[in-house]
């Protein structure tokens, strides 16, 4: 068992094969979890277990192809991953996805179909699917990462800004759900949401030298503020929206 802050933890992580992904893997595993991601891209997914893997110095990182807009492909996956390591601490949910407009009057409802998959289904297969492992556990998680357009929306992403507060509004329902779980001692899972601006990671400040990225929280840091969650009690910070940004 390798040493650490989540020593003894197992760790799920959706949409593990992004950028984001790859740096909260590595991050979690460093800190001594088990880590299981899952991804819709298996190629993708292998790279960044493997990197994982490697710069954490032979850490316990796996990875399967997940369907996550079938209920049942994700409940199989929470079943399976409790079945094999006995146990889940944790989901973080990284599933992403932006489309937007020029303009108000221009939104297409078609990029409301897909981002209402993207962003929303995939959250309620995660929370529904993993929501009794979590319960079961003494420091269970379950971590969304949203945006800061969901509190103030700009005319040219409504349907993004309102997709992200959907979201948002579903996993706040699940932390009361956790919340009345744990009766008069309060809850001993939370579900947090994580809120940024928009993230940036080192391709693309190598494909835009000259650019400020002004607000934008880079994916280490993502990571480091992930594994900070499980420092601190769960009563503290299930419900909250936890600002890694200035607030609009």
């Known amino acids: 068992m390798r040493n650490g802050a989540l020593s003894g933890a197992v760790i799920a992580v959706a949409g593990a094969g992004g950028p984001a992904g790859r740096a909260t893997l590595l991050r ?146 699940l932390a009361d759900a956790f919340r009345k779980a744990g009766g008069a001692g309060g809850p001993t899972s939370a579900a947090a949401i994580l809120v940024v601006k928009a993230l940036v990671h080192e391709a693309m400040r190598a494909d835009r030298p000259n650019a400020k990225f002004a607000g934008f929280t880079d994916v280490k840091d993502l990571a480091d503020a992930v594994v900070g969650v499980w420092g601190k009690p769960a009563a503290e910070v299930n419900g909250n929206r936890l600002w890694l940004t200035e607030k609009p």
């Open 28 to 173: 979690l595993a460093e800190a001594g979890a088990t880590v299981v991601g899952a991804d819709n891209d298996p190629e993708r997914l292998a790279e960044a277990v493997d990197a994982a893997r490697y710069s954490a110095g032979g850490a316990m990182v796996t990875g399967e192809t997940v369907d996550l807009l079938d209920l049942d492909s994700t409940h199989d996956w929470a079943v399976r991953t409790e079945k094999e390591f006995g146990r889940i601490d944790g989901l973080v949910h990284l599933v992403g996805g932006w489309r937007g407009s020029e303009t108000f009057i221009k939104t297409s409802l078609d990029d409301w179909d897909f981002l209402e998959l993207l962003l929303i289904r995939t959250v309620q297969h995660t929370s529904l699917a993993f929501f009794e492992p979590l319960q079961r556990s003494e420091r269970g998680r379950y971590l969304l990462i949203s945006a800061a357009g969901a509190t103030k929306p700009s005319a040219g992403n409504a349907a993004y800004a309102a997709a992200k507060a959907a979201a948002e509004a579903w996993t706040l329902a």
